[in-house]
């Protein structure tokens, strides 16, 4: 919705994901969420960096250097809080992967979508029978996810100036507006 939005506005823009951004993305996604075979920790958390490194060198870079703004669905911090707080990894080990795999590129603005971790869950459930493909990491603790949202609101206290915390918990219309105004801050729109 989003870059639709500033698509009208005249924005170039590269909407993007992780993981599955590229060609290869999309296939160690597979491997590592659409899997039934038990992943260790470290093989995810490499299998990730080994994306996100992809992600970075063939598409986020070439579009940065065109003047290209970049969105991407998770980057970096998702790591940080997925293998560092809820897989339990060193943060020094989580940091020094995160910055292999992407050579110290940091996004100038993250939104970070924050909800009650119950609340999640009743929303993942009601989207069964969708079209929505379950993957392995919906099936993860609360505990897991807890660990997870309070790692995202820990980078959000350290790192004020580019993590905007977005309360997630009203209708996709409401949480668009909201993302709508803080972009257009952001951008001087």
């Known amino acids: 919705m989003l870059a639709g939005d500033l698509r009208l506005k005249g924005a170039d823009i590269l909407a993007t994901?992780?993981?599955?951004?590229?060609p290869l993305g999309r296939r160690l996604?597979?491997?590592?969420?659409?899997?039934?075979?038990?992943?260790?920790?470290?093989?995810?958390?490499l299998l990730f960096a080994a994306d996100r490194a992809q992600h970075v060198e063939l598409l986020i870079k070439p579009a940065l250097e065109h003047g290209r703004i970049v969105i991407s669905d998770r980057y970096a911090d998702a790591t940080f809080a997925y293998q560092?707080?809820?897989?339990g990894f060193e943060e020094s080990t989580v940091t020094r992967v995160i910055e292999l795999a992407t050579g110290g590129l940091k996004p100038d603005l993250t939104l970070f979508?924050?909800?009650a971790v119950d609340k999640a869950i009743l929303r993942m459930h009601a989207s069964e029978g969708t079209e929505r493909v379950q993957n392995r990491m919906d099936r993860e603790t609360t505990e897991f996810y807890e660990r997870v949202r309070a790692s995202y609101l820990g980078i959000a206290k350290r790192e004020s100036q580019r993590f905007m915390v977005i309360d997630a918990s009203g209708?996709?219309?409401?949480?668009?507006?909201?993302?709508?105004?803080?972009?257009?801050?952001?951008?001087?729109?």
């Open 84 to 87: 560092g707080a809820g897989r």
């Open 29 to 45: 996604r597979e491997a590592f969420l659409e899997t039934e075979e038990t992943v260790a920790p470290m093989a995810e958390l």
């Open 171 to 189: 209708s996709v219309d409401e949480i668009h507006r909201r993302v709508v105004k803080i972009v257009d801050v952001f951008l001087g729109a």
């Open 113 to 115: 979508f924050d909800i």
């Open 17 to 22: 994901h992780e993981p599955g951004g590229t």
